[in-house]
């Protein structure tokens, strides 16, 4: 199966944010619902150092209107570009692990030939903190614990 959507990518150059700023931005933008926020590095004229943020959402007008003005609310800049764009997409199921620090949540994607699965970050850092090992000791306490159930 063919799995496509359309998606808005709004774009602003900024040159005169901490990067700080930069990221308090991005997490707004992204507790909002955005689908990605990245930024990039970029020169602009005068040889000034700058950031490209890149706004990833629906393409629906409200959910576009939304994003403009937190841009405009959140960061310094004076102009965003729209582009909007088709991609295609993995279809995605998530589930959860239950292993003896609470659980994990995983996602499953699949399509194109491809299926493959991913423990949340959040959660095996949760683990990894409480129970002082490494997130590569919580992610495999995690995958024998589905081995385990037979989930993955």
């Not at 409200?62 to 088709?86: A, D, M, N, P, Q």
Request: proline content about 1%; hydrophobic content about 35%.
């Amino acid at each position: 199966m063919i799995m496509r959507d359309r998606v808005c990518e709004l774009k602003c150059n900024i040159d005169d944010m901490t990067a700080e700023e930069i990221a308090f931005a991005a997490e707004i933008l992204m507790e909002n619902g955005a689908k990605d926020v990245v930024t990039e590095a970029a020169g602009m004229k005068k040889g000034r150092p700058a950031t490209i943020l890149t706004v990833m959402c629906s393409d629906e007008e409200t959910e576009k209107e939304k994003f403009v003005r937190l841009l405009f609310k959140y960061t310094t800049t004076i102009g965003i570009r729209e582009i909007i764009s088709e991609r295609y997409i993995l279809e995605r199921e998530t589930g959860t692990v239950d292993t003896p620090f609470g659980q994990v949540r995983c996602k499953t994607v699949s399509g194109y030939g491809v299926t493959r699965s991913k423990f949340e970050y959040e959660d095996l850092a949760r683990i990894a903190r409480n129970q002082g090992i490494s997130l590569a000791e919580a992610r495999k306490l995690a995958e024998d614990c589905c081995n385990k159930e037979g989930n993955i």
